[in-house]
T-cell receptor
């Protein structure tokens, strides 16, 4: 079992819809979670991080964390074609839940006009 | 630009040659990470520094790879006797750890192609 798992997709949604991206992790001790967006040929760009159970909202993005079920999700409301990218879930694996990030393989999102 | 910078952005080399990449972190960041990413995969951890000390090195990193961060500022990653399997995007990230909080910011990456 991989430490961090994501469905590689592609996930295709129409413009204006809600895109839901999911990530599961294996270490129950994990406490912080990061979502990065990566456009083709570019480097990862931080979108959000979440530490606590529940929801965290930032503009059109909402991160949801459920530690009991060991999954974290990213919702993108009012999806735009410019949101088309690969979304990477990452979990720190160092002491105190900092340090090196373990990434999932990423989910490719396609937003169709 | 106050973000993480990496040079060169692209490197094409022949198998067996040595290559060196440079990363300049965000100035106040005390931690610097190197990752490698191949097509269709997420970034894979290679090594990291806190100030000038190299604190961890991936078991996957062969002895052909070496990294330094003299004076705790910029870092270099050298690959000796390159192999075609070394072809990848090499990413640098920097962060400032404050207690239990740490957020890594990535540079633009160096894309390596070994012929």
């Amino acid at each position: 079992q991989k430490e961090v798992e994501q469905n590689s997709g592609p996930l295709s949604v129409p413009e204006g819809a809600i895109a839901s991206l999911n990530c599961t992790y294996s270490d129950r001790g994990s406490q912080s979670f990061f979502w990065y967006r990566q456009y083709s040929g570019k480097s990862p760009e931080l979108i959000m991080f979440i530490y606590s159970n529940g929801d965290k909202e930032d503009g059109r993005f909402t991160a949801q964390l459920n530690k009991a079920s060991q999954y974290v999700s990213l919702l993108i409301r009012d999806s735009q074609p410019s949101d088309s990218a690969t979304y990477l879930c990452a979990v720190p694996r160092g002491s105190g839940n900092t340090g090196k990030l373990i990434f999932g393989q990423g989910t490719t999102l396609q937003v169709k006009p | 630009d106050t973000g993480v910078s990496q040079n060169p952005r692209h490197k094409i080399t022949k198998r067996g040659q040595n290559v060196t990449f440079r990363c300049d972190p965000i100035s106040e960041h005390n931690r610097l990470y190197w990752y490698r990413q191949t097509l269709g995969q997420g970034p894979e951890f290679l090594t990291y520094f806190q100030n000038e000390a190299q604190l961890e090195k991936s078991r996957l990193l062969s002895d052909r790879f070496s990294a330094e961060r003299p004076k705790g500022s910029f870092s270099t990653l050298e690959i000796q006797r390159t192999e075609q399997g070394d072809s990848a995007m090499y990413l640098c990230a920097s962060s400032f750890r404050r207690g239990r909080e740490e957020t890594q910011y990535f540079g633009p990456g160096t894309r390596l192609l070994v012929l």
